[in-house]
């Protein structure tokens, strides 16, 4: 079920609210009695009684069947869990996916009793059976977290995130937890922990502390590591690796410095990639040098110019605004910065 192998064909509104006219003017008198409950009301009070999660309602199989598998392309079971296990697919993701399809109007439960539906009608004996418990567990989670409240301030980060790592405990066997849940908190494992890191390895030369970096990972991820890399954007690994040369960047001076920076970016974007971004990187410095001189121009002019109404005093600064920067535009944009960088600091008074 993960996004390359298991591609959900959307079915327009339109279509799904025809369907259900379609089903509702086709059936017995026992449906179409004003007084009969409508079967697509059945979902809640039947999901509520239904301890195992296994029975689903015949109404919801059939129908599933033109929401969900038109084309019948999904993972087999043991394709599921194995993807799920190495981090490749991420269970609650998919039902998400799920979710999205089901028909507008759906309570909750309706939705839920569609994709148990759609499990029994893709999967047979103990597949549906394991991925409808997984399925009614996470469900039975999901509820309880609504309740719980990590939010008191006397909590860090990472005390609200073992709140819901032992509610979880509460629902799902230890194996059950990991398949759900694990590529997510090793993650939170991962970012919890890498300050210690990096400031345990802050003196160390950078070839090894990437070394060291590298091997960390692998130990928190574990199973995890090579669907982590391999979804990694390039950019974000570059920017890890000049974050833990930074210390030894620093001691260098200003022309070794950009060498080794430009040896880096070559490395992970090519000769043409690093002309590309040397080419932003002098724009950025040229604009930020441009408005260091503003900066400076305008509190001058304010300081000379106090005698001048606020009209005119803002007529003048967007005159020099337009001079320093080279467009109108440009110092539209920055008037408008200004205006929003005020509104959050007056905000958070």
């Excluded at 392309?73 to 991420?90: D, P, R, T, V, Y």
């Amino acid at each position: 079920m993960n996004a390359k192998n298991l591609r959900i064909v959307s079915i327009s509104l339109v279509f799904v609210f025809f369907l259900f006219l379609l089903y509702k003017f086709t059936q017995t008198n026992e449906f179409n009695s004003a007084n009969e409950e409508n079967p697509n009301d059945k979902a809640e009070s039947f999901f509520r009684t239904q301890s195992d999660g296994f029975s689903v309602d015949p109404f919801y199989l059939e129908s599933a069947k033109s929401i969900f598998s038109p084309d019948g392309q999904f993972l087999q079971f043991e394709e599921i869990i194995a993807k799920a296990k190495s981090g490749e697919l991420n269970l609650i993701s998919e039902l998400w996916n799920l979710r999205r399809q089901c028909p507008e109007g759906s309570t909750r439960e309706q939705c839920h009793e569609y994709i148990k539906a759609f499990i029994q009608n893709e999967y047979s004996g103990e597949d549906a059976k394991k991925l409808l418990n997984l399925l009614t567990d996470y469900l039975k989670y999901e509820e309880a977290m609504v309740q719980l409240d990590p939010s008191s301030k006397s909590y860090t980060n990472a005390e609200r995130y073992e709140q819901i790592k032992q509610l979880r405990r509460k629902y799902f066997s230890k194996e059950d937890a990991e398949l759900i849940f694990g590529l997510e908190e090793a993650t939170a494992d991962f970012s919890f922990n890498r300050k210690n890191f990096l400031d345990e390895t802050k003196n160390l030369k950078a070839d090894e502390r990437i070394r060291l970096y590298e091997n960390y990972r692998k130990k928190t991820f574990g199973n995890y590591y090579n669907a982590v890399v391999s979804r990694e954007p390039k950019y974000d690994q570059f920017e890890t690796e000049m974050d833990l040369r930074q210390n030894e960047l620093a001691k260098l001076s200003g022309t070794e410095r950009e060498s080794k920076e430009r040896e880096v970016r070559i490395r992970y974007f090519g000769k043409d990639g690093n002309e590309r971004m040397e080419k932003v990187l002098k724009e950025i410095k040229e604009e930020e040098e441009k408005i260091t001189k503003l900066e400076v121009e305008e509190k001058n002019f304010r300081k000379n110019n106090s005698n001048l109404s606020d009209s005119e005093l803002e007529k003048k600064l967007m005159e020099l605004r337009i001079k320093t920067l080279g467009s109108k535009e440009l110092a539209e944009e920055y008037t408008r910065r200004l205006e929003y960088e005020k509104t959050l600091k007056n905000s958070g008074n």
